[in-house]
């Protein structure tokens, strides 16, 4: 008989790469139960709990009402200071009815995504005595290092939960060597790191046309991944080259101005992105994998993104900044080039020593890691670690 395995994450679930891998790692062992906003229509295999996060409503101060002008003044300055940091902060909690909608299922195992699933699922692997497993996408307590507002108001919140939860999390899944030391020493945290890898594709190896060498980027268009540099380099770059960017509108209003503020740029196109088991398929047809991001957010800095992997097996030439843990990669393979620094000018000039014969001596490379980066066997050690953690 099948163990039992809740997954809690509050998003829709078919665009979650880092669920999609849980699941492939466990469905042979473990009867799976998705929670969130919307499931795997795809996947009939996997039950899904739908959940509202209907969050507590704020409390009323009233305490001031009725009272001498300099005690009404400043219980209208607490209310004020307690509304903004409620509306920043109450999506860290769960509602009462989603315990209450998952609690009738024992299950052997809890997965939770993101800091706001920990409370949640805490308490289920409590009632069950389950194990309890964390899937971290990012390092949480720098999630937003950039932004001062967040680092004053919300990351103690963050840190909070980690701190009151870091007991009584079994395993922590990471996504990079860096990442995951991190949160060792700050957490003493029992860490697996599961890469964004993909599964071995077979794709044939095609030379690029010296004469029609084909750029693609693929993603979430979000201003703190500053897009606009690639297209500055890009637009700098002979006529044979023509990029493609295939972003998903996390800011619409962001997608919608670099359309506008770049539409005079010659061989640039902007097209609808594709479901993401359709990604590595879609982009084969491309020559160059590019992604410059910048190091001044922690996460960034040392990423390895599923991109990169997607990259990889569909067998491109990967063009980067030096992002330390992409870096290392990049290189080990010889699977592409990297830029000295962060700077324009300096990405730009990667380009101007490119030609056919390194693009093409590139992409050959990558068949030897999409072999060993094949996601298929990270999730079988996966698998191996959570039937020890159950059996323990």
Known sequence: MKKQALIICYSHHASEPRLLKVVSALKNDFSITTAGYSGLKENKEVKFIQLQQVVPQPL?????????????KFGSLLEKVYLKLFRKLKG??????????????????VIGHHPNSLELASRLS??????????CHEYYPLEFDNN??????????????????RSKINL??????????EYERNFDASCFLLYN???????????????????????????ERKLEQMIEVFSQLPSCFSMDMM???????????????????????FREPVPTPDIVKEISRYDIGLFFLGEDIFNYKYCLPNK?????????????????????????????YVSPSYDTADCLSVFKELDVEKINRAKQNCERAARDYDSVKNEQELLKVVNQLCAA
């Open 60 to 72: 009323k101060i009233t305490f001031h009402h009725n009272k001498p002008i300099l005690i009404r």
């Open 92 to 109: 860290y909690f769960f509602s009462p009815d989603d315990f209450d909608v998952l609690k009738g299922q024992r299950y052997d195992l």
């Open 126 to 135: 409590e009632l069950y005595d389950a194990r309890l497993v964390f899937n």
């Open 148 to 165: 001062p507002v967040w680092m004053r108001y919300e990351k103690p919140v963050v840190d909070f939960l980690l701190n009151k939860y």
């Open 172 to 181: 922590w899944l990471t996504v990079s060597h860096h990442i995951q030391k």
């Open 197 to 223: 890898s993909k599964p071995y594709t077979a794709i044939p190896f095609r030379e690029a046309d010296p004469g029609a060498i084909r750029i693609i980027h693929h993603g979430g268009a979000m201003p």
């Open 247 to 269: 972003l998903v509108p996390t800011s619409k209003d962001y997608l919608e101005e670099l359309k506008v503020n770049y539409s005079h740029v010659k061989n640039l196109k």
């Open 308 to 336: 990169l992997f997607e990259y990889i097996q569909a067998r491109l030439c990967v063009m980067i900044t030096p992002n330390p843990e992409m870096k290392e990669l990049v290189e080990a393979y010889e699977i592409g």
